[in-house]
């Protein structure tokens, strides 16, 4: 994506962290959790990929066709996984937009020489970016205020108690974590469909 290079190394940082994050996770969980920690792993890897400034590396041009590709069967996966619950429709809209924003970087901006050389710009569609930005501004505000905590009432017991004999979770099975990390890469999405 284009801007200015330290905001672009920090999303490469933020959506590098939370993809390292999300194969940890995938460790500590079983199941459809896995999967969707696994996607979630796939989104902020290749979210990092795409963040790399331009003036670093330009990637040759058919690399946005595999990216397409790549997200294009994370879309189908999750548009398949979305019969069993609602988080995958998130999910699909995840692989959407990379969809969106790798084929957008194949159409060079108008005036622009390359589709991602230095000094140009990607072009999208303005009402398809626009819908995405109003799902992902709801989307970082839902999950921003469900991380604020709660006050306990007087004499209750703490969150971060662990009942006698109850299971032990390991940092990485945490689920305010995995919030943490679903809002930062919102955040990452966001940032990169301003750049559109």
Same mark, same amino acid.
């Given at each position: 994506?284009?801007?200015?290079? =330290? +905001?672009?190394?920090?999303?490469?940082?933020?959506? +590098?962290?939370?993809?390292?994050?999300?194969?940890?996770?995938?460790?500590?969980?079983?199941?459809?959790?896995?999967?969707?920690?696994?996607?979630?792993?796939? /989104? %902020?890897?290749?979210?990092?990929?795409? @963040?790399?400034?331009?003036?670093?590396?330009?990637?040759? #041009?058919?690399?946005?066709?595999?990216?397409?590709?790549?997200?294009?069967? !994370? !879309?189908?996966?999750?548009?398949?996984? #979305?019969?069993?619950?609602?988080?995958?429709?998130?999910?699909?809209?995840?692989?959407?937009? /990379?969809?969106? &924003? #790798?084929?957008? &970087? =194949?159409?060079?901006?108008?005036?622009?020489?390359?589709?991602?050389?230095?000094?140009? !710009?990607?072009?999208?569609?303005?009402?398809? =970016?626009?819908?995405? *930005?109003?799902?992902?501004?709801?989307?970082?505000?839902?999950?921003?205020?469900?991380?604020?905590?709660?006050?306990?009432? +007087?004499? %209750?017991?703490?969150?971060?108690?662990?009942?006698?004999?109850?299971?032990?979770?390991?940092?990485? #099975?945490?689920?305010?974590?995995? !919030?943490?990390?679903?809002?930062?890469?919102?955040? @990452?999405? *966001?940032?990169?469909?301003?750049?559109?």
């Amino acid at each position: 994506m284009h801007g200015p290079a =330290t +905001a672009a190394w920090l999303l490469v940082a933020l959506c +590098a962290a939370s993809g390292a994050y999300c194969l940890l996770r995938m460790r500590s969980c079983a199941g459809e959790e896995r999967r969707a920690a696994g996607g979630e792993a796939l /989104m %902020g890897f290749g979210m990092a990929a795409m @963040a790399v400034p331009a003036a670093v590396f330009a990637p040759p #041009a058919w690399s946005w066709t595999v990216y397409a590709a790549v997200f294009g069967g !994370a !879309a189908l996966r999750a548009l398949w996984s #979305a019969r069993s619950g609602g988080h995958h429709l998130h999910h699909l809209v995840c692989s959407s937009a /990379m969809v969106y &924003m #790798a084929l957008a &970087m =194949t159409v060079p901006a108008q005036g622009a020489h390359g589709a991602h050389g230095a000094g140009s !710009a990607a072009s999208g569609l303005p009402l398809l =970016t626009g819908v995405l *930005l109003l799902y992902y501004t709801v989307y970082v505000l839902r999950s921003g205020a469900r991380l604020v905590p709660v006050a306990a009432p +007087a004499g %209750g017991a703490s969150q971060d108690e662990v009942p006698v004999g109850g299971p032990v979770l390991g940092w990485a #099975a945490r689920p305010e974590l995995a !919030a943490a990390c679903r809002l930062s890469m919102a955040l @990452a999405m *966001l940032a990169m469909l301003v750049t559109l």
